[in-house]
């Protein structure tokens, strides 16, 4: 199995609370059901006022290596991080468990 992990963090002035955001968050919240590799999937914004804090983030999982490329390939996926493309930038990291 591998663990994929996202942190998005919104760029300077831009609130949650913006349209385009919330539509954002929507894509992510509806993806875990339109994707068929995703063995697990959660998400949510972060809930602490820490300056280091992420704003919102992934966690999921997938079978093997394969089913990661056609999860990042999926087109629910690609939509999805199109639309945070417009205002956040995000790490992520990938490992087996």
Request: negative net charge.
């Amino acid at each position: 199995m591998i663990r994929h992990l996202v942190l998005i963090k919104l760029n300077e002035g831009v609130a949650r609370d913006e349209p385009r955001v919330a539509a954002g968050a929507k894509a992510f919240e509806e993806l875990g059901t339109l994707v068929p590799e995703l063995e697990s999937w959660e998400c949510g914004w972060n809930i602490t006022e820490r300056p280091i804090a992420y704003d919102f983030a992934i966690n999921s999982a997938v079978a093997d290596a394969d089913a990661l490329k056609r999860y990042i390939e999926h087109p629910a996926h690609q939509a999805a991080a199109a639309q945070w493309r417009e205002f956040a930038t995000w790490v992520i990291a990938d490992y087996e468990f």
